[in-house]
């Protein structure tokens, strides 16, 4: 193992990714070289200063509790998403219905008609759903 | 009910991210999202802090990012791994905390020990942490991050969507460089 081979093996001990062997091999060089020993010693004094300056913050005991909570504050949404679709169907539906019993058009036009304008009302509607959406986002 | 902090030590040790994958299968969404949040959120966390540099703005974002991960996960669909996936919510929601508040301009200076601290320990960390900062980008942030979780190469290539080779090249560069600049 030359000084080259030395240093990168020396550099990836500090991954953990050196085999034992490769370790007794490092160290037989490094007991022979100076230069290397004295690299050698520099990367460990490093690693202990990075280790010792880069300390993890940790987290507050309050953040469970924060969290929960904003997740309570999500559950209370009133509406479920499908409920305004529901709604349309059935408003729609009802219209229709009525529409159907009392003008004096023949029923399939009536449905044909009622159909249509229920379409484009609930094309309309989700428009402005997802308008409303992106600028709440 | 989420569990409380510190929860089973073992439990968190022996879960595996495909028992998760097993719990949303079967849409225990709770248990799931309670596991997830034991095993992830000090990663998380420091992850979160290695970008914004503040640590009561990254517990805020880490925050958002469960409270985001608790509306999307029975969407989760299992195409990416649940780390990955947990890691890209992070990061987009790191950065964009970043980019909104401009941190960048007032960030603490970094070294700066809390109150108390030993003044020689106070030197050399804000040494160290100058000449980090006269890294390349990509070293730096390696280098901060794989320090922050406990010097694992494999949680700093998830989190940053690297190969753990590109991880390990930059860490390499890395201490070449700063061992360059001590002696110089």
């Known amino acids: 193992m030359d000084c080259r081979e030395t240093q990168e093996r020396l550099l990836e001990s500090f991954d953990g990714a050196v085999s034992p062997l490769e370790k007794s091999q490092l160290e037989r060089h490094i007991s022979e070289c100076p230069g290397c020993a004295q690299f050698a010693v520099l990367q460990s004094q490093l690693d202990l200063r990075l280790h010792e300056a880069i300390a993890a913050p940790q987290l507050s005991s309050g953040f469970r509790v924060g969290l929960q909570a904003r997740i309570a504050q999500q559950r209370r949404e009133p509406w479920p998403d499908w409920l305004p679709d529901l709604a349309h169907l059935a408003g729609s539906a009802v219209a229709i219905g009525w529409c159907a019993l009392l003008l004096p058009l023949p029923v399939p036009v009536v449905l044909g008609a009622g159909g249509l304008v229920a379409f484009l009302a609930y094309s309309l509607q989700t428009l402005l759903v997802s308008a409303l959406e992106q600028k709440t986002d | 009910m989420l569990a409380q902090p510190g929860g089973s030590f073992a439990r968190i040790k022996a879960m595996r991210d495909e028992d998760v994958q097993s719990l949303l299968r079967r849409r225990c969404f709770a248990t799931a999202f309670e596991l ?106 390696v280098i901060t991050l794989f320090y922050l979780q406990d010097r694992s190469v494999e949680d700093v290539a998830q989190m940053l969507d690297l190969p753990e080779g590109t991880v390990k090249s930059h860490l390499h560069r890395a201490r070449q460089a700063l061992a360059d600049m001590v002696r110089s």
């Open chain 2, 36 to 141: 997830l949040l034991d095993r992830y959120q000090e990663k998380v966390f420091r992850f979160v802090y290695s970008i914004l540099k503040e640590t009561g703005r990254a517990e805020e974002v880490t925050q958002d990012i469960f409270l985001k991960l608790w509306q999307v996960l029975p969407d989760y669909d299992g195409r990416a791994s649940l780390s990955t996936w947990l890691y890209t919510i992070t990061r987009n929601t790191a950065l964009s905390a970043l980019r909104a508040e401009s941190y960048r301009k007032t960030q603490p200076i970094e070294g700066c020990d809390p109150p108390g601290a030993n003044w020689e320990a106070g030197l050399r960390h804000l040494e160290i942490n100058q000449l980090v900062r006269r890294l390349p980008e990509a070293q730096q942030q």
